[in-house]
């Protein structure tokens, strides 16, 4: 079974660039997250969707980020325009629908690391 | 809210030696526990977790962690550590409605020959 696929892996721009982020979730996997982990941190919740729904974007900075998530499948994260802080990886994880007992289990994608120049 | 605060940053020690990794959760409501490792260039790997049951959780690969709910601990131990466990690890908590993992700063574990 492919687990969460992230692309690209590594992505280096300049300041006020705009760079997108897509993530594949598990296949059956309805929750899907996006989340911010800054070197030496532990990561940071940045986006949730359920299915569509995206049920918890309290921590996502919307003056530069938005995340879609269409078809309730794949999803994209994008950054306009970017600045030096956003310089850190984003990860993408995946879970089974609320109600389910696998549900608190999240599997996370490698991530972007993204380089803000 | 909840918080979670991994007491060491950095943990050196020795192949076959034993080691503990310390991590003390604040919530103010029943929580679910989780560790994670983190190895060079890859995504987190849930490690164990802790839903409910037996307050000793053991993953496959010889750790173990646990529960402690008057400390508000959840620490992770292994009696003989190799070569391969060097990564960092992190531990994670959320409240039972689920959906949102709060983060330790992470541990970083380096085993030595």
């Known amino acids: 079974e492919a687990g969460v696929v992230q692309s690209p892996r590594y992505k280096i721009i300049e300041k006020k660039q705009p760079v997108a982020f897509w993530c594949n979730p598990i296949?059956?996997?309805?929750?899907l997250y996006w989340y911010l982990q800054n070197l030496g941190q532990g990561p940071e919740l940045l986006i949730r969707?359920?299915?569509?729904?995206?049920?918890?974007d309290s921590q996502l900075p919307k003056d530069r980020f938005s995340a879609e998530r269409l078809k309730g499948v794949d999803s994209t994260l994008k950054i306009q325009p970017a600045e030096l802080g956003d310089s850190a990886v984003y990860l993408c994880?995946?879970?089974?629908?609320?109600?389910?007992?696998?549900?608190?289990?999240?599997?996370f994608g490698p991530g972007t690391r993204l380089t803000v120049l | 809210a909840q918080s979670v605060t991994q007491l060491d940053s950095q943990v050196p020690v020795f192949e076959e030696a034993p080691v503990e990794l310390r991590c003390n959760y604040s919530?103010?409501?029943?929580?679910?526990l989780f560790w994670y490792v983190q190895y060079p260039n890859q995504g987190l790997q849930l490690l164990l977790k802790?839903?409910?049951?037996?307050?000793l959780v053991e993953s496959i690969n010889g750790f173990e962690a646990e529960f402690n709910k008057s400390q508000t601990s959840f620490h992770l131990r292994k009696p003989s550590v190799h070569i391969s466990d060097t990564a960092e690890y992190f531990c994670a908590v959320s409240d039972h409605g689920g959906g949102k993992l709060i983060f330790g700063q992470g541990t970083e574990l380096s085993v030595k020959p």
């Open positions: 994880a995946s879970s089974l629908d609320r109600g389910t007992s696998s549900y608190n289990e999240q599997f």
């Open positions: 802790y839903l409910s049951g037996s307050t």
């Open positions: 969707y359920e299915n569509e729904e995206a049920v918890d």
């Open positions: 919530s103010s409501v029943s929580v679910y």
């Open positions: 296949s059956g996997h309805n929750t």
